[in-house]
């Protein structure tokens, strides 16, 4: 079982709703990532927080809006989201020199 | 540019049929080397960490090794189980403190019974 958990598992959003996917870790790590996985590519960087700083991919839409509550939690609040942003989102968490653990995924689909 | 190629795209193999997945890199300072398994529609999950060239790393049926332009993750006698997407990933020196990871496009493997 993976140690870090992601809430909810499947979404289903239209253009016009603001939802939020979750995450949580509960191995002491001091940083924290969302990725965005298309359906066979790789995963991109989106966000990462390392001790609740956030270093942004320039590349990524305002549409996509991280939060940080503490160094636990990692919330990625979405807002007028596009079909084209139908994908699997990743959390993952690590220790600064450390290896990335990932979450299991939030499959999101856009209507 | 920094780049990471994993090669072949997909791989097809009869059970006990070993054989070995690449990963080649072209970057300006690599920090470290990173093997994932990922099985359709869940999380990537952490293998191995490779520093520095000439180190190896095993587990099981896996073994990944380092030179200075590519990594092999060598798949001996595999199982049907060992079916999924190998994503390398490496760690660049300009991305700063955290490990901010970029990922190969992956290595599909298929074990037949």
């Known amino acids: 079982d993976t140690e870090v958990t992601q809430t909810p598992k499947h979404l289903v959003m239209g253009m016009t709703n603001k939802k939020s996917l979750k995450c949580e870790q509960h191995?002491?790590?001091?940083?924290m990532y969302w990725y965005k996985q298309k359906a066979k590519k790789p995963p991109e960087l989106m966000f990462v927080?390392?001790?609740?700083?956030?270093?942004i991919n320039e590349s990524v839409p305002s549409r996509f809006s991280p939060e940080c509550p503490n160094s636990s939690l990692l919330n990625l609040h979405l807002h007028a989201l596009q079909p084209e942003d139908s994908a699997l989102y990743l959390c993952?968490?690590?220790?600064?020199?450390?290896?990335?653990?990932f979450g299991e995924g939030s499959r999101l689909t856009v209507l | 540019e920094d780049q990471v190629t994993q090669s072949p795209e997909a791989l097809r193999l009869q059970e006990g049929e070993s054989s070995s997945l690449n990963c080649s890199y072209t970057?300006?300072?690599?920090?470290?080397l990173f093997w994932y398994r990922q099985d359709p529609g869940k999380g990537p999950e952490f293998l191995f960490t490779?520093?520095?060239a000439g180190e190896e790393k095993e587990k099981e049926r896996l073994k990944a090794t380092l030179t200075k332009k590519e990594s092999f993750l060598h798949i001996t006698a595999p199982k049907p189980e060992d079916s999924a997407t190998y994503l390398c990933?490496?760690?660049?020196?300009?991305?700063?403190?955290?490990?901010?990871?970029?990922f190969g496009s992956g290595t599909q493997l298929t074990v037949l019974p």
């Open positions: 993952a968490s690590s220790k600064l020199t450390g290896e990335l653990f």
């Open positions: 191995m002491g790590h001091r940083a």
């Open positions: 927080y390392s001790y609740e700083k956030l270093s």
């Open positions: 970057v300006s300072g690599l920090r470290g």
């Open positions: 490779l520093y520095s």
């Open positions: 990933a490496v760690h660049l020196l300009s991305s700063g403190s955290a490990r901010q990871l970029t």
